[in-house]
């Protein structure tokens, strides 16, 4: 039974630089999330899928990001012209369709610093 | 304005002692509840979670009450290990969309 995985696990890039980021839910699992966290704070949401449908987006997501689930399986996050601020760590979660249960489980994330 | 709220930043318990963390929330449209617990440099790990029907879950040493005419909820872990240090994320949602983070409780367990 494999989790969610996330790749890269770290990132660096450099200011100005386009970075992407790869998740892979749980098998299965129809729904999909992006997070965001910095030092100090939870995580943040970005955005939301049900199947390919991206259903929720946070104002937090600029119009620098975009995310896909083209297929309805794994889901890509772009960061478009990366600014120092970007720096945090991306977290993608999944979770079953079931009823009135919320439980989301969360991949290791990818950590990104932008110099 | 932050909607879920962990007071403690941290919180020092000796080992087999309750632990007892809590959270605060000011949305009346959250009806679901979760903690997570999270280790350095990995993802939040899913611990136990409560519906605004419930007014306590229990699942082993971990059991969460809730109480909505306060918007209040914390989490008992009994007795603690040295395992459970670790920082303990409060989350709520009002449906299949994305949690609301509180900023965390970071446990430690003192042998």
Known sequence: ?115 | DQQVKQNSPSLSVQEGRISILNCDYTNSMFDYFLWYKKYPAEGPTFLISISSIKDKNEDGRFTVFLNKSAKHLSLHIVPSQPGDSAVYFCAATGGADGLTFGKGTHLIIQP
């Open chain 1, 1 to 115: 039974d494999t989790g969610v995985s996330q790749d890269p696990r770290h990132k660096i890039t450099k200011r100005g630089q386009n970075v992407t980021f790869r998740c892979d839910p749980i098998s299965e699992h129809n729904r999909l999330y992006w997070y965001r966290q910095t030092l100090g704070q939870g995580p943040e949401f970005l955005t939301y899928f049900q199947n390919e449908a991206q259903l929720e987006k946070s104002r937090l997501l600029s119009d620098r990001f975009s995310a896909e689930r083209p297929k309805g399986s794994f889901s890509t996050l772009e960061i478009q012209r990366t600014e120092q601020g970007d720096s945090a760590m991306y977290l993608c979660a999944s979770s079953p369709h079931t009823g009135t249960a919320y439980e989301q489980y969360f991949g290791p994330g990818t950590r990104l610093t932008v110099t």
